[in-house]
């Protein structure tokens, strides 16, 4: 036994130091890659890029090209990732996603749908292929990266909001159902964590939002600088390696928890969500939004 966090976890034998992990090119994904491969773990490290997966095996990881868009990428990363393993899976850490910002009026249907179709869809299908796997294998942990948006609301990231509320519920749900099977499901809270989403995302608002013709372009604008801003946009940011705590902690504690808040934003947010009446708590998220600046 040893301790992360103030927390014993068990280090996990061998042959179960097996773990797939989306979004690796940058950030979150990238750190606990390189963070799970020096604890001992095998890492299959995947990228939708193909020029990313190259950069990821030139470093020693185990690359795979996996779309969250294309189900038969999916499916053929999976086959891969399970070929070259022996056909054991420790673990999912599903973490490839990025952030639609805009006005919940500013979103068409198709956008709404790009956005799930990489964070909910993608994310759903991986799972589903791996869970007989680990129902074959009597173990697996299962590690999905949500948000603090995931439970509270802030304006204009209607669409990111949406998308972690869903996979909070779809996760929820899923821990029920797997209950006695040998799989654990966790989920990681991040608040703003240093990484490449505001940039990807800021892309994202330019190829997908008409300003120009919307009430909310004054807030737009704000909003704009902040996702072209370098470094920590908004106070209590943290590296990624925040984030790679706790999944260490999520793979190998005897009990991982169910939920994981990093940052002290989602913290002070979970705690205000159980003690205040919604309006207030409207008032908050309102203001801590800085009409799109932070």
Not at 175 to 199: C, D, K, N
Not at 262 to 285: G, N
């Amino acid at each position: 036994m040893e301790r992360i966090q103030g927390k014993e976890v068990e280090r996990v034998s061998q042959h179960n130091k097996t773990i797939l992990i989306t979004g690796c090119s940058t950030g979150i994904g990238r750190c606990v890659a390189k963070g799970l491969r020096a604890r001992g773990y095998r890492v299959f490290a995947s990228a939708r890029r193909s020029a990313d997966v190259t950069a990821l095996e030139a470093e020693g990881f185990d690359g795979v090209r996996l779309d969250l868009d294309d189900p038969a990428s999916i499916h053929d990363a999976v086959e891969q990732v399970l070929a070259q393993s022996g056909g054991v899976l420790h673990a999912l850490f599903n973490n490839g996603a990025y952030g639609q910002p805009g006005a919940v009026e500013d979103l068409g249907r198709d956008v709404i749908r790009r956005q799930f179709e990489t964070n909910v869809f993608g994310w759903l299908e991986l799972t589903n292929r791996v869970i007989p796997v680990m129902r074959r294998q009597g173990h697996g942990r299962i590690i999905y990266n949500s948000s603090v948006l995931g439970f509270v609301a802030m304006p204009y990231r209607g669409a990111y909001n949406a998308s972690k509320y869903a996979i909070e519920g779809l996760v929820d749900t899923l821990r029920l159902e797997l209950r006695g099977s040998g799989i654990a499901v966790s989920l990681i809270q991040p608040g703003p964590i240093t990484s490449a989403f505001r940039r990807n995302a800021y892309q994202a608002f330019k190829d997908h939002i008409d300003k120009s013709s919307s009430v909310h372009r004054v807030q737009y604008e704000a909003m704009e600088e902040r996702l072209r801003k370098e470094g920590a946009a908004v106070p209590f940011t943290l590296p990624p390696e925040a984030v790679l705590k706790r999944v260490i902690h999520a793979l190998e504690s005897p009990r991982p928890r169910i939920r994981y808040p990093v940052t002290f934003p989602t913290y002070l947010f979970a705690t205000l969500k159980r003690i205040l009446p919604q309006r207030w708590l409207d008032r908050i998220l309102l203001g801590s939004s800085g009409g799109g600046r932070r």
